[in-house]
């Protein structure tokens, strides 16, 4: 088991969002985090981050290699970053004390560009591209960090279909070729992106987690 959320209550200073929730993230995962806007996905996931505390219960992490995307950011059309550099800052926390990024870093990058088709892009300025290939370049950066678990938040919005059918037939390689477990958080209720193995649908009054034919059969639409 990768991670094991148990008892698990979330929120802010006035507010409890996450009731006592329980899940387990197994190795070759793909877990598809469901719920209406507000529900409190984001706030499940900053808690698995360690960005805020647990009001209760407890996440237990048997691997120390998470990589996260977080939602699409506004891009400030003078970043002058080139796609590499955007994607070897992804190493930056493995840094330590070394200024720059070694033969190691620069291997792998190239490694993750192939795997996601993206290698042309390489030299091209990050903020001129596409909603779909910046996507691509911020699911390599996230990869720097990882080969075991990542964490996706809602890395369709703002794609068109096309974009999101391709980024989704990425994330389904990387599960099941290489054997990364995912959590992906998303909004789109629709069977498209039910494209994991597994369903976590949040709702104000509890929650269902299972499989993803045992969530589709009973129609548990959240
Ligand atoms: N930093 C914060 N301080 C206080 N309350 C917060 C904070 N962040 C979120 N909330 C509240 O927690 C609840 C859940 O928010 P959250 O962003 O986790 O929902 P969500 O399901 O991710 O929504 P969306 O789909 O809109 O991103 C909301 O009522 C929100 O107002």
């Known amino acids: 088991m990768l991670v094991d959320v148990s008892n698990l209550s979330l929120g802010y200073e006035k507010q409890t969002v996450i009731h006592d929730i329980s ?9 598809i985090v469901l719920g209406s806007n507000g529900v409190g996905k984001s706030t499940l996931i900053k808690g698995m981050l360690g960005l805020i505390k647990p009001l209760g219960g407890s996440i237990q992490y048997n691997t120390e290699k998470i990589g996260y995307m977080p939602q699409e950011t506004r ?4 970043f002058p970053a080139s796609v590499m ?10 840094m330590g004390l070394r200024p720059f990024h070694n033969k190691k870093d620069k291997e792998k990058a190239y490694e993750i560009m192939e795997i996601l088709k993206i290698t042309h892009l390489k030299k091209k300025c990050f903020s001129e591209l ?7 370049v911020l699911l390599a950066r996230s990869l720097c960090a990882t080969d ?8 369709s919005n703002n794609l068109d279909q096309k974009s999101k059918s391709e980024f989704y037939t990425i994330l389904k390689h990387l599960n099941e070729g290489h054997h990364i477990s995912i959590i992906m958080i998303t909004h789109d209720i629709d069977n498209d992106s039910l494209i994991g193995n597994k369903v976590l649908a949040l709702r104000t009054d509890g929650y269902y987690f299972g499989k993803t034919d045992d969530y589709m059969e009973a129609d548990l639409w959240y």
């Open 75 to 78: 891009v400030d059309p003078n």
């Open 148 to 155: 075991k678990l990542l964490i996706l938040d809602e890395p």
């Open 85 to 94: 550099e955007v994607i070897l800052s992804g190493f930056v926390n493995k």
């Open 130 to 136: 596409s909603g779909g290939q910046r996507q691509k």
């Open 23 to 31: 899940f387990q993230v197994e190795e070759n995962d793909f877990i």
